[in-house]
């Protein structure tokens, strides 16, 4: 039998001890609480994305009804006696404003107006495609005919090169006095660096099916014959350009040696020359030669819609060859 005194004197569970266990308790509950909390927050924001995507696609489809079923025209009705323009703004190109299938959509619509009097392409330019400018060029001497109505070409600050390729159809040409007019001329542009390319030790590895295939490469030699070739070619579309400034200016061309060298001259300069036929701003040829003053605009512009529609359509196009690439093992 123990004695009372060594009972008394037994150890009793230390404190230590318990305070451990409490402590991996509470980190157990702390520890499930932040789980279930940043589990919540996850779902949360997966809900969040999914209902912003889900807008986002919301947004874009009702931009693109808007956009394939609203009128984007100007006047959709028969209007009143006025002058209807067209602007041609910046450089003329197939993926530009200034556009033959905008200007030439345009160039329609106002013609096509009962209320339209004459027409005015208001130009400033500094040229393009000569391309863009001899669809444009060729449409506007079948629309006069076939609506029986002038059509007046009117230079802001520049009408150069295929600008004026556009301008030189039309029946009249005002310019300010200060414009730049002419630069009736074609180029064709580019670099060569096979000289930097050889003290710089770099070689050049380029496999073409084709001698001349590759002509126009900056870092590969230009032959002669390639060089005649270009120069045909521009040969042949400067004669095309020269021919149609003569069509459309006749007998008012008071032709110089230089004036067909793509120099370009001061709209004072060019009413001289016969290049334009007077001095004259968009009011005045609406007031005082077509005598209607009110002036509608009809230039087709692309709208944020169109923008938004084209750049998503693009970005799906190449996001859907990337896909057809990966999973074909092309590259």
Do not use: C
């Given at each position: 039998m123990q004695d009372p005194q060594d009972l008394t004197s037994a150890p009793a569970p230390t404190a230590p001890q318990?305070?451990?266990?409490?402590?991996?308790?509470?980190?157990?509950?702390q520890t499930l609480s932040q789980w279930a909390f940043a589990h919540l927050n996850e779902q949360k924001a997966a809900r969040r994305w999914k209902m912003g995507l889900r807008l986002a696609w919301l947004v874009l489809v009702a931009m693109v009804f808007w956009q394939a079923f609203s009128y984007n025209s100007p006047v959709s009705h028969p209007s009143l006696p006025h002058t209807a323009m067209v602007s041609i703004v910046g450089e003329i190109g197939s993926e530009t404003e200034a556009?033959?299938?905008?200007v030439m959509s345009a160039m329609r619509l106002a013609l096509e107006d009962p209320g339209s009097q004459a027409l005015v392409l208001l130009i400033n330019s500094p040229g393009g495609s000569p391309v863009?400018?001899?669809?444009?060029?060729?449409?506007?001497?079948?629309?006069r005919a076939l609506h029986n109505k002038p059509i007046y070409a009117v230079v802001e600050e520049s009408c150069a090169s295929a600008?004026?390729?556009?301008?030189a159809a039309a029946d009249q040409i005002y310019v300010d006095k200060a414009s730049i007019v002419g630069s009736i001329g074609v180029l064709m542009d580019g670099f060569g660096f096979t000289e930097l390319?050889?003290?710089?030790?770099v070689e050049r590895r380029l496999m073409?099916?084709?001698?001349?295939?590759?002509?126009?490469?900056?870092f590969s030699p230009q032959t002669e014959p390639?060089?005649?070739?270009?120069?045909?070619?521009?040969?042949?579309?400067?004669?095309?350009?020269?021919?149609?400034v003569k069509k459309g200016r006749g007998d008012r061309l008071k032709e110089t040696p230089e004036m067909f060298s793509g120099l370009f001259w001061s709209g004072q300069q060019a009413v001289d020359m016969?290049?334009?036929d007077s001095l004259g701003s968009l009011d005045g040829v609406a007031r005082d030669v077509v005598k209607a003053p009110d002036v509608i605009d009809y230039t087709q512009r692309e709208n944020v819609a169109e923008r938004l529609v084209k750049r998503f359509g693009a970005a799906v196009g190449e996001g859907t060859v990337r896909a057809l690439r990966t999973s074909t093992g092309l590259r």
């Open positions: 318990e305070t451990t266990v409490a402590v991996e308790e509470a980190w157990a509950r556009s033959a299938e905008n863009q400018a001899g669809l444009i060029n060729d449409e506007v001497g079948r629309l600008a004026y390729y556009i301008a390319m050889n003290k710089l030790g073409t099916a084709g001698a001349n295939k590759g002509f126009l490469d900056p390639q060089r005649k070739h270009a120069q045909a070619m521009l040969d042949q579309i400067h004669t095309q350009f020269i021919e149609a016969g290049l334009a």
